[in-house]
């Protein structure tokens, strides 16, 4: 099973994208998503989570922390979760990776299922 995520791009400090991540081949409404992100020389690391009735949502907390500017969401009669993501920040920049997986939120990846090939988002300064 392959998600198909899309969105990214080349984008302005300040300025908005929202990510769409398409989940053909299962349940969708059965698994909780999550959204990773890899910036070029670090490792993958957890951007948010959302379980998968929408009940509970997790935010990385980190410096420069995501919370209060990117939203995850889900739509499960389109079997697609989002990142809508504000007030972009050059360290933003990374490729993008959604993921499936069944249980609880994890903000690990190998505790993850099914992957996305990933979209890249860059964000100028």
């Known amino acids: 099973v392959q998600l198909q995520a899309s969105g990214g791009g080349l984008m302005q400090a300040g300025g908005s994208l929202r990510l769409s991540c398409v989940v053909p081949?299962?349940?969708?409404?059965?698994?909780?998503m999550g959204w990773f992100r890899q910036a070029p020389g670090k490792e993958r690391e957890f951007v948010s989570g959302?379980?998968?009735?929408?009940?509970?949502?997790?935010?990385?907390d980190y410096a420069d922390s995501v919370q209060g500017r990117f939203t995850i969401s889900r739509d499960n009669a389109k079997n697609t979760v989002y990142l809508q993501m504000n007030n972009l920040k050059p360290e933003d920049t990374a490729v993008y990776y959604c993921?499936?997986?069944?249980?609880?939120?994890?903000?690990?990846?190998?505790?993850?299922?099914?992957w996305g090939q990933g979209t890249q988002v860059t964000v100028s300064s």
């Open positions: 993921a499936a997986k069944f249980g609880a939120i994890a903000t690990v990846g190998r505790a993850y299922d099914y």
């Open positions: 081949g299962l349940t969708f409404s059965t698994y909780d």
């Open positions: 959302i379980r998968w009735n929408g009940g509970s949502i997790y935010y990385a």
